[in-house]
């Protein structure tokens, strides 16, 4: 199904200065720790702005991370209008074959309502923990594992309390997130191809794991900040948007954080409170930013370690052009307009250095192998060789892990995209006649591996920019599809 496109304007005549947008490109570009992939901006329900940075494309599927919790609220709130589970129910109540085992009170008494807003009981994260109980099954391992303080009381970022909610969710409806949301959410917004991780019980994660274009993403935010209404009608439940965007649980500490500035504002029902607005967030830099105030989302994807940096950018140079009346008549607004749509054109990532060829030892590089130095890779463990080989399309990196091979074009060219699953994009090469240095961006996630190749020792290395949160093979860094 084709998503009808988004209805868009020129900045000025939404009263957006696109003088602001191009300090704010200007400002991530150079901040030398965020890697942008994607930017959306809408005001008054009209696209301003919107750009990818070569290689990512607008049709690309990227995963969202805890982005993904977002959408796991809103199939919540279908499901609790349509009358199959209740806020209030305890979550062992939809689980009557473990019944017999969860005895601690704390945790018969965890409702709905407290998996939602990250309010078990449980002081901190308890993925790992949970998972040593039961390895085959994460909601059985968190419901064993009592919660330090009574449910609703404390707030404690816990994936296994997404977990449970989406478990939730997929036993009364008897379907999958993705196929339950798929009627009621993914057409009527036009989302078009979606894939979700699964782990080894069969259930959507619910707390990761989305893959998605950021058109989803703000048409997400779109549904939100027009209280639920689609094309003027209603499509989320009557109040859930306001529901699950209010702040349910404080999320301070006893002191101020300058790192937590956009964490310490409070908590709703899988979305976050912020200084401006509320938003649903994923690591490394996915964002669906809502802002009622300005009448406004912001969508985005993106690599990096910091995301406060990233939200505080917003901050110091969107929000300012956000203003009260149309910009149109003014010449210098104008002349803005035009000047961000070029620029908006042309966004690209930096290349990585190399030649696309050995200057020198070409008959030594062809055939050759390298391993790990040390003899394991920390970042990838899995990785126990790299290939390389010339061939008459150019040279060819091979990544092998077991018995999964990855191949990696590289030049003539420069950047080569490849979409062979998993999608990549290679750039780099050799930075003189013994060294091979290749950039691996995995197109549908934010990761990308820098893998160094040595032939005075035949020594491989390899370090994550930013390093996958689901462990697996490198072929397992692609969108899950069918």
Not at 414 to 436: F, H, I, M, N
Request: proline share 9%.
């Amino acid at each position: 199904m084709t998503a009808r496109p988004l209805p868009s304007s020129a900045p000025s005549a939404q009263g957006v200065d696109a003088s602001g947008v191009l300090s704010f490109l200007d400002a991530v570009e150079a901040s030398g720790i965020i890697e942008p992939h994607s930017l959306m901006i809408l005001r008054h329900g009209r696209l301003v702005a919107s750009g990818w940075w070569r290689p990512y494309t607008p049709d690309r599927l990227h995963l969202l991370y805890s982005l993904s919790k977002s959408f796991t609220a809103t199939a919540a709130g279908f499901a609790v209008a349509e009358g199959l589970m209740s806020l209030d129910d305890p979550v062992i109540s939809y689980f009557p074959e473990l019944d017999a085992e969860i005895t601690h009170p704390r945790s018969r008494a965890i409702r709905v309502r407290d998996v939602a807003a990250m309010a078990s009981g449980h002081e901190e994260e308890t993925y790992d923990r949970a998972e040593a109980l039961d390895p085959d099954d994460l909601l059985r391992g968190f419901l064993l594992l009592p919660p330090d303080r009574d449910p609703g009381r404390v707030f404690a970022y816990n994936q296994p309390c997404t977990y449970a909610l989406a478990a939730v969710v997929q036993r009364v409806t008897g379907l999958s997130l993705t196929a339950y949301l798929r009627p009621r959410l993914l057409d009527p917004l036009g989302a078009g191809e979606v894939g979700w991780l699964t782990d080894g019980t069969g259930r959507e994660l619910g707390f990761s794991g989305l893959h998605g274009t950021t058109d989803l993403v703000a048409r997400l935010g779109l549904l939100y900040l027009d209280d639920g209404r689609w094309d003027g009608e209603p499509l989320l439940p009557k109040g859930w948007a306001a529901e699950a965007t209010r702040a349910h649980i404080p999320t301070s500490g006893p002191t101020a954080d300058a790192d937590r500035l956009d964490w310490d504002r409070g908590y709703g029902l899988q979305f976050w409170r912020s200084r401006h607005g509320y938003r649903g967030d994923g690591a490394y830099g996915q964002f669906c930013l809502v802002l009622p105030e300005q009448d406004a989302v912001i969508a985005a994807t993106s690599a990096t370690r910091d995301m406060q940096a990233y939200l505080t950018l917003v901050w110091e140079h969107l929000l300012p052009a956000f203003r009260s009346a149309p910009l149109t008549g003014d010449p210098r607004a104008e002349s803005a307009d035009a000047a961000l749509a070029e620029r908006l054109t042309r966004l690209a990532l930096p290349p990585a250095p190399g030649a696309p060829a050995p200057p020198e030892r070409a008959g030594e590089w062809s055939g050759a192998v390298f391993t790990p130095r040390g003899g394991v890779c920390a970042d990838q463990p899995g990785l126990t060789a790299a290939r390389v080989t010339d061939g008459t399309d150019g040279w060819t990196l091979t990544l092998i892990e077991g018995e999964d091979r990855l191949e990696l074009p590289m030049g003539p060219g420069g950047l080569r995209v490849s979409e062979v699953p998993p999608a990549t994009a290679v750039g780099g090469g050799w930075t003189d006649g013994a060294t091979l240095a290749v950039d691996v961006a995995f197109l549908e996630t934010p990761h990308r591996l820098r893998v160094t190749c040595s032939l005075t020792d035949h020594a491989l290395t390899a370090h994550w920019d930013t390093e996958p949160l689901h462990p697996g093979p490198l072929s397992a860094l692609r969108a899950p599809r069918g």
